[in-house]
Nanobody, 124 residues
Framework: QVQLVESGGGLVQAGGSLRLSCAASGGTFSSYAMGWFRQAPGKEREFVAGISWGGRSTAYADSAKGRFTISTDNAKNTVYLQMNSLKPEDTAVYYC?????????????????WGQGTQVTVSS
């Protein structure tokens, strides 16, 4: 059974940084794609960034380009989302997701497994 556990959320001032982690277990992730999504109150869940497990391919939402970086540590089965220059509009619950495909998809419905989410709050 695949399990994804996020950590690293918290409260940060605008302009600050956070690094989210997603520890994956219960699967052979070399053939998976991983994604970070976020959901703010009253809004739909949206794609933030994605990566093929080997790290050969990455994708970012326009809102994340230039500020966020997704990466993997294969030895630790962990996916990271480094978030810099945070803005109040980045406030949301951030979710890690896994897809049994080597291709990155931006639609949440494509993903097979989800973590429980971690809250990120950016104060102005």
């Amino acid at each position: 059974q695949v399990q994804l556990v996020e950590s690293g959320g918290g409260l940060v001032q605008a302009g600050g940084s956070l690094r989210l982690s997603c520890a994956a277990s219960g699967g052979t992730f070399s053939s998976y794609a991983m994604g970070w999504f976020r959901q703010a109150p009253g809004k739909e869940r949206e794609f933030v960034a994605g990566i093929s497990w080997g790290g050969r391919s990455t994708a970012y939402a326009d809102s994340a380009k230039g500020r966020f970086t997704i990466s993997t540590d294969n030895a630790k089965n962990t996916v990271y989302l480094q978030m810099n220059s945070l803005k109040p509009e980045d406030t949301a619950v951030y979710y890690c997701a896994a897809l049994r495909s080597g291709s990155i998809f931006r639609g949440a419905s494509a993903y097979d497994y989800w973590g429980q989410g971690t809250q990120v709050t950016v104060s102005s």
